[in-house]
């Protein structure tokens, strides 16, 4: 019955292509989230009136951040041609696509983290302080903890724009469902593999949200 | 055990310079319970973080179980500040941990194992009366809990010092009381030296032995906390006195009771220590030829004994009124004449 009503879908290659778009969400949202709340922490800690207060970093961090996140994707993934070639050898496939990802998603995440961290009572850390704490125990024991939920409902967000992102750079060669939904959906007049793919790409979505929510409200002791 | 010296604190401002602690000297005893007291803005909030070295003064020097504290090296000051801990207005507690994990944060700090931390944890609980209570999160808990557990966080690390900022002001008076108990009882078992700051002058009757009185920066008055009582100097420290010896509406009681019977004298007497306890108006009555009529009355208990007020009416022939004036002033009793017609 599914092949008299999707006459054109290879389910196989339907296959391949949400296990690379699954393949590439899942490892930039690893690296995303590592290096967005390293980048998110420092904007936070240089910022005045914080624990490493340098106005000279602050401002260098801000604007590359800034300038990261207002790329549109698309043009960062020819933007980053050079630099993927380096890295990975090829603009081809889905382990192609990574750089373009982090890059465009980490500074996203960084904001993010910043917003969160700045939601923290102050007053808490002044408490820690008061008790002798090192910075690096505040780091870790006050203000990732206490902004776990944020930084969670944060990644959430962060994964279903990747998941968008994927399939952008599925168009430019790097495989997974946008890829199929554009060569061979779009190219050669399949409007129902066009339909597999959206549909798949929603379930995707949707999946990840009511995990992140799920996480946020479970985390959440306010 | 603590000294301060000299101390100054500036703020720069885009209005220019604030004077927030200015050239502030103290000596607070090893054992005791030393209050400061001043209206928000005094700077009372600076000079309790100035102690822990939150805010560092401008100028001056503070001297802490004899460690010069401005001198010290992150390391030693990380170290000085596990014995001078703090309790705070808004309790400043992890909303991520249980009450237990909140006690144990100053524990995990200082590096302690873990079986010991599970013990210490134990005798805290019992000590802030909050049994039954370690499993459940700040957000489960009523304000006075919620302080219980500060103070628990704050003996966590068996400190010298305990400061506290405003420690009452967010709580109910009922709350606030049982909080001071615990405060006197942990000053007491513990013989931990205290200092608290406060916008209240209950807090200050009700538990400390000294006080000192903040204003615009500056301490204006200092002393134990009975003779400040007795004797307010500055206009200040009356307006704070006055809020616990005289119930609110006394002015207004005494200024209409003048109206209706103007008759005889009208006289505030101050009892300081072990004179509020004796039965004064009965000899009063008993030795002189004059009816007393009991108009209002406070009696107030501090840490160095009763203070209390009293209004009465005293009415009879001139002569008979100046001996009992007369004996008033030899009994030691403070008078003032209110009103004379």
């Not at chain 2, 004796?278 to 009696?299: A, C």
Request: hydrophobic fraction near 45%; charge should be neutral.
């Amino acid at each position: 019955m599914l092949n008299s009503w999707f006459p054109n879908v290879q389910w196989d290659v339907v296959l391949e292509a949400t296990k690379e778009t699954l393949y590439m969400s899942a490892i930039s949202v690893l690296v995303t989230f590592v290096l967005g709340l390293a980048l998110g922490l420092a904007l936070y800690l240089t910022a005045p009136g914080n624990l490493w207060e340098n106005k000279f970093f602050n401002s260098v961090i801000a604007i590359i951040v800034n300038v990261f996140r207002s790329i549109p994707f698309i043009i960062l993934i020819i933007l980053l041609i050079p630099f993927t070639r380096f890295i990975v050898g090829t603009m081809l496939g889905a382990e192609a696509a990574l750089p373009a990802l982090i890059v465009g998603a980490a500074p996203f995440y960084a904001r993010m983290v910043e917003i969160a961290l700045r939601e923290i009572n102050k007053g808490v850390i002044e408490a820690a302080k008061s008790m002798g704490a090192t910075n690096t125990q505040i780091i870790f024991k006050v203000l990732i903890p206490e902004s776990t939920p944020a930084l969670v409902s944060g990644i959430t967000v962060t994964a279903i724009a990747l998941v968008s992102y994927t399939a952008m750079a599925g168009v430019v060669g790097a495989g997974g469902l946008g890829n199929l939904a554009y060569m061979e959906g779009y190219q050669r007049d399949n409007a129902d593999v066009t339909l597999v793919s959206t549909v798949l790409i929603l379930v995707i979505v949707f999946v990840i949200q009511w995990i992140g929510d799920r996480f946020t409200t479970a985390l959440d002791k306010r | 055990m603590i000294n301060l010296h000299s101390v100054r604190k500036v703020f720069q401002t885009k209005d220019g310079e604030v004077k927030a602690v200015d050239t502030v000297d103290l000596n607070i005893k090893q054992g005791e319970i030393y209050g400061i007291i001043g209206y928000s803005g005094a700077g009372k909030s600076t000079l309790i973080r100035i102690l822990n070295m939150l805010e560092r003064p401008t100028s001056g020097t503070v001297t802490i179980g004899g460690k010069n504290m401005s001198e010290l090296s992150a390391k030693k000051l990380r170290e000085a500040r596990q014995e001078i801990s703090m309790i705070f207005q808004h309790f400043n507690l992890l909303w991520s941990r249980t009450v237990r994990e909140n006690i144990a944060f100053p524990l995990e700090i200082a590096g302690y194992p873990k079986d010991k931390i599970k013990k210490r944890v134990d005798e805290l609980i019992d000590l802030v009366g909050l049994e039954g209570r370690g499993g459940s999160y700040p957000s489960q808990l009523s304000g006075g809990q919620k302080q219980r557990v500060g103070i628990a966080r704050a003996l966590a690390n068996d400190p010298k010092v305990l400061l506290c900022d405003e420690a009452t002001s967010a709580l109910d008076p009922k709350t606030t009381d049982s909080i001071l108990d615990l405060l006197v009882e942990i000053n007491q078992k513990l013989g931990l030296t205290i200092v608290l700051i406060t916008h209240e002058m209950h807090v200050i009757r009700k538990i400390c032995h000294r006080v000192a009185v903040m204003e615009k920066g500056k301490v204006v008055e200092e002393g134990d906390v009975l003779n400040v009582f007795k004797n307010p100097k500055e206009s200040i420290t009356k307006d704070f006195v006055k809020q616990v010896t005289e119930p609110e509406e006394t002015v207004d009681t005494i200024k209409q009771f003048i109206e209706e019977f103007p008759e005889g004298r009208i006289v505030q007497l101050t009892f300081v220590g072990g004179r509020a306890g004796q039965p004064l108006i009965t000899e009063l009555i008993r030795n002189f030829e004059v009816d007393v009529n009991i108009l209002q009355g406070k009696i107030t208990q501090t840490q160095n004994g009763p203070y209390g007020t009293l209004f009465i009416q005293i009415k009879g022939s001139e002569a008979a009124l100046s001996y009992a004036m007369e004996f008033l002033d030899s009994v030691q009793v403070e008078v003032e004449v209110i009103h004379n017609a």
